[in-house]
Nanobody
Framework: QVQLVESGGGLVQAGGSLRLSCAAS????????MGWFRQASGKEREFVAA????????SYADSVKGRFTISRDNAKNTVYLQMNSLKPEDTAVYFC????????????????WGQGTQVTVSS
């Protein structure tokens, strides 16, 4: 079992930055592939970014490429999402997710999910 707790969400003006964190416990973090997803009000959950166990392989949705950076610190059992140049359309609840995988997973096929953290970008 894996427990995931997100933090770092909040209200920011367009063009600003936020860094989300996701702390994991309950299983060897370094064995997990991690992902970030988001769900805006009235919309389906969508893939944002993913990172493999070593941290060397990442993947991003086209909508955030060049603005968001996913990273991980296996010593701290934490994955991060640095979000720069935020836009109002980035407003959503952001979730982190985990699964045991050696491949990048861009769908919702993750085994463990956090409760989410709200990000609101004002125009």
């Amino acid at each position: 079992q894996v427990q995931l707790v997100e933090s770092g969400g909040g209200l920011v003006q367009a063009g600003g930055s936020l860094r989300l964190s996701c702390a994991a416990s309950g299983r060897i973090f370094s064995s997990l592939a991690m992902g970030w997803f988001r769900q805006a009000s009235g919309k389906e959950r969508e893939f944002v970014a993913a990172i493999l166990r070593s941290g060397k392989t990442t993947s991003y949705a086209d909508s955030v490429k060049g603005r968001f950076t996913i990273s991980r610190d296996n010593a701290k059992n934490t994955v991060y999402l640095q979000m720069n140049s935020l836009k109002p359309e980035d407003t959503a609840v952001y979730f982190c997710a985990a699964r045991s995988s050696i491949m990048i997973i861009r769908t919702s096929e993750y085994d463990y999910w956090g409760q989410g953290t709200q990000v609101t970008v004002s125009s």
